[in-house]
């Protein structure tokens, strides 16, 4: 089986983009809306915690990080991505 993949941009270059529509009911659907609405922002996030985690293990031989240490990247990330805490659930 051949696979192709794509990065993001030739994806994007291909003529055959089809368009898709969410719907919530809000405020009901408030929690999932916002989650939806920053999907992007959550991968990236997610994208350089990854980055940072391998740096400290690879660049600094940190195998071991505390969890505070951990949170704290993750908000700080989010903060700069516009990524507010609320789309996590306490």
């Known amino acids: 089986m051949n ?3 794509m990065n993001k941009h030739e994806y994007f270059k291909n003529e055959n983009i089809m368009e898709a529509i969410l719907k ?3 405020p009901e659907e408030q929690y999932e809306f916002m989650v939806a609405s ?3 922002n959550l ?3 997610i994208s350089e915690l990854d980055r940072f985690l391998r740096s400290k293990s690879k660049y600094e031989g ?3 990080l505390g969890i505070d240490e951990l949170r704290e ?4 990330l989010c903060e700069e991505n516009n990524v507010f805490t609320e789309v996590f659930e306490t």
């Open 3 to 5: 696979e192709i993949i």
């Open 24 to 26: 919530f009911t809000l």
């Open 38 to 40: 920053k999907a992007s």
């Open 43 to 45: 991968a990236y996030v």
């Open 62 to 64: 940190i195998n071991k």
């Open 73 to 76: 990247e993750i908000r700080r």
